[in-house]
Structures are given as C-alpha cells and as structure tokens.
C-alpha cells in the first residue's frame, strides 16, 4: 500500500500539523521524503536522534538484539537492561535506575515517587509540588499539570491537586511559595518547549537552599537537555550539584523509545515491589542502543566536540542577527539553541519553519516567538555551515515578503 499524506487528515487524530512532505529514510544529518527530496535536518527528531539517521552501529545493535530478544516484561530481568542499568548509575554516579518509555513516563515516576517518599517520611500533608511557569514535563495528567502552560493542561476535568507554578527565575517568588508541606519542586535546566529559556544560576542555588531548609526532593528533568544536547553528559553537571531525581528519555535510545529515572538506594527503596511499574520499560532492544548511547556520547571526546559545534551554531546566529536583525536574544548551550524573533517577525516561529523546508532545512519553533536547533550531536561542521546558510536565506525571504504583505 502507498503512503498517502492525506491519509494523516483522513485516519489519524489531529493533534499535530506535520509539514507536507512524507519521510521514509535517514542517514546522518539528512532525511529524505517519498519524492526523494532531501533535507537537512536541525530536529534532531526534537532532540532524539543524537547519533543522526541510519547510525551503522546503532542499526546493528538493533539487528543483532531483535534476533536475541525483543521483549521480555518486567517479571524477568534481562542482561541488555542489567549492563545498561549499572553503566547508567557508574556514568552518573546515581545508585538507582528506573527505566519507562518516554519524558513524560518517567516524569510520572519521578512525581509519583516524590510523592510516595515524603508521604511514607513525613505523611500525607507533605505533597505540594512547586514548578515554573513555561515549563514542559510531559502529556500524562500528572506531567502536564506539573507542566506551567496553562494551554496543555485545562479541558481534562479537575486537575490533580496540590500543584504550584511560580515564575521561572523569580527567587523571591519561590522563597514565598516553598513550605514544609513542599514535596518537591520540578524544574529544567533549560527551558525547551518554553522557549530555551537559560536558568539563573543564582536563582538555582536559592532553589537548591531552600528546598534543603524545608526537606523538599529536587527534581530535575533533562528529558531534553541530557544526554550530551548542552555539551555536557547532563546539564546539571554545569551547576555544580546533584538533583535528588533526576529524568531522561529523548536522546537516550538516540532514536528507540525509551525513558529513565535515577536517584539514591535511600529515595529508590519507596518504590518496593508492586507499588510503581511499566510493561514495555526496560525493553531490551532500547537497552542496547542506549548502552551504546550513554558510551559514545558520554565520552569526553564526544562531548569536547559537541561544545565546539555548539560554541559554532551560536555564534553563527549571531553573525546572522548582526546582517538580518531578526533576533531579540540567542540562548540556550551547546547544540541545543533558541532565538527569539523580533520586529515583523515576530510571533512567526512556525512560518519561519515553513520558510526553512522550503530551503531543504529542517527546524523546530519552542513557542510562537522562539525558533529552536537541536541538530545532530555527530553533525559535521560543513553541515552546521550550511544549515546557517540556508536559515538565513529562508529569514531573508520572511523578511522580505513581510515587507512587502
Ligand atoms: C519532550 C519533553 C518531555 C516529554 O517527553 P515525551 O517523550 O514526549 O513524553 C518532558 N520533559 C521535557 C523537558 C521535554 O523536552
């Protein structure tokens, strides 16, 4: 049977609007459509593909498990999720591991076991969660009413309770809202789906302080600034602490679904037998890919080179800016990055994404007013070059019919 784009607006559920073309192949930084057209990708799958496209080694870690083991369940252990496990807790230096399948899965558990520890420590009155304004966590009914956008989380009926969002970078806004009864308080590092918005240092370490003071978890999630996208194995590495739990998915299976929450023996051990679980997680194909993934990509070299091509996609922003003047700010760290529009573009994040496929570049928006670049980790340089060629080519042609309108 033929793919038919159509077909989307026919048969699937309209929650999103993909672009018009149909993709049936990747290789390195490239996807190609059904009418062999090719483009350059700076998606990333948003922030998954780490390794890029048709990877040679992933696709053979994949081919070599699916004639071993595909599934197994969780009432095994199985030697792909056991290596992965311990190469995980030895990288990171966190001594327990959960793995789930998707952000959004293993914010949920990172939530439910928060909950559960402060619950079980202190009782139940011990429950309210604090998280920022702007902030993205997931779909679940639990991740997205931690999530601050009002827009994804209202229409689903009463809302789980307990719940506060403060605004993001306000110290003196969190310091009013913490309190005994805090469990914990969710945030990003960076801001993604908010609009790659930086944290303020200093605001972290007042979080850091004041969620000691009132024995509150910290919970970080890097389902998308993990895994090597900031030029760091994970963000927190930059600050200089360690999130009582922390969350991953996106990049960890470099393409595979596959989610994970690590934390202390001490927190982990709330979770006895029975009490939290998942079918699918810990799928063994996903281990083995990600077993490479967290090898290859937590490598020093690996990373070293992710900050130089970082240090190249945000400086070619800028020189772009100093030519076009379209951008109010440039943030975010390493091969992950955001620029907020400004003057007639304002608010025009999505048509500048359709100006950029019409280049043969693929881009992301985080918001109306943020475009964001979450190319490959293994991009070449040459191809970061171009992609910034072929952005300002597509912002030059924006502006003009803009203009012109
Ligand atoms: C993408 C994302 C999620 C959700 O991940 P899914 O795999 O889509 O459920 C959660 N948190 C952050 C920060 C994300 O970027």
Redesign the pocket.
């Known amino acids: 049977m033929k793919a038919l784009r159509e077909d989307f607006e026919k048969y699937m559920f309209p929650c999103y609007s993909p672009l018009d073309m149909v993709l049936v192949k990747g290789r390195g930084s490239r996807v190609f459509d059904d009418l062999d057209n090719s483009y350059l990708d700076f998606t990333a799958g948003?922030?998954v593909n780490c390794l890029g496209h048709n990877h040679k080694k992933v696709t053979k870690i994949i081919a070599k498990q699916a004639k071993r083991l595909v599934h197994a369940s969780n009432i095994f252990v199985n030697d792909k999720t056991l290596t992965l496990a311990r190469k995980l807790c030895l990288r990171t230096g966190y001594e327990r591991v959960f793995f789930a399948?998707?952000?959004?899965?293993?914010?949920e558990g990172a939530l439910k076991l928060a909950r559960r520890a402060a619950c079980d420590d202190f009782g139940p009155q011990k429950h309210e969660i604090i998280s920022f304004l702007q902030?993205?966590?997931?779909?679940?009914l639990f991740?997205v009413t931690v999530?601050g956008q009002e827009k994804y989380s209202s229409g689903f009926g009463p809302k789980i309770a307990g719940i506060t969002h403060v605004p993001y970078n306000d110290a003196e806004a969190f310091k009013e809202a913490i309190s005994d009864n805090t469990c914990a308080v969710m945030l990003?590092l960076i801001?993604?789906?908010g609009g790659i918005i930086n944290i303020d240092p200093n605001f972290l370490h007042t979080v850091i302080e004041y969620a000691k003071k009132h024995q509150a978890l910290i919970i970080v999630?890097?389902?998308?600034?993990g895994i090597g996208r900031t030029g760091t194995f994970f963000a927190y590495e930059q600050y200089d602490f360690r999130p009582d739990i922390l969350?991953s998915?996106?990049g960890l299976g470099a393409g595979l679904?596959i989610?994970a929450v690590l934390t202390s023996q001490k927190i982990a051990a709330h979770f006895s037998p029975g009490v939290h679980g998942t079918t699918f997680g810990g799928n063994p194909v996903a281990c083995a890919v990600a077993d490479y993934v967290v090898t290859k990509v937590g490598s020093d070299e690996f990373l070293a080179k992710v900050r130089e091509k970082g240090k190249i996609l945000a400086t070619g922003l800028e020189n772009i800016n100093s030519r076009l003047n379209c951008f109010k700010q440039i943030r975010g760290a390493g091969l992950l990055c955001g620029a907020e529009l400004t003057g007639i573009l304002e608010n025009k994040a999505g048509l500048i994404q359709k100006y950029c496929a019409k280049e043969h570049l693929f881009i992301l928006q985080a918001g109306s007013n943020v475009i964001r670049l979450a190319p490959p980790l293994v991009i070449k340089k040459k191809e970061l070059a171009l992609g910034l060629e072929l952005l300002e080519t597509a912002l030059k042609k924006a502006l003009e019919d803009e203009k012109s309108k």
Not at 135 to 140: C, E, K, L, N, V
């Open positions: 948003i922030a399948n998707s952000g959004a899965e293993a914010n902030s993205f966590h997931g779909r679940t991740s999530g990003e801001q993604g789906e999630d890097e389902v998308q600034t969350t998915a996106k679904p989610g």
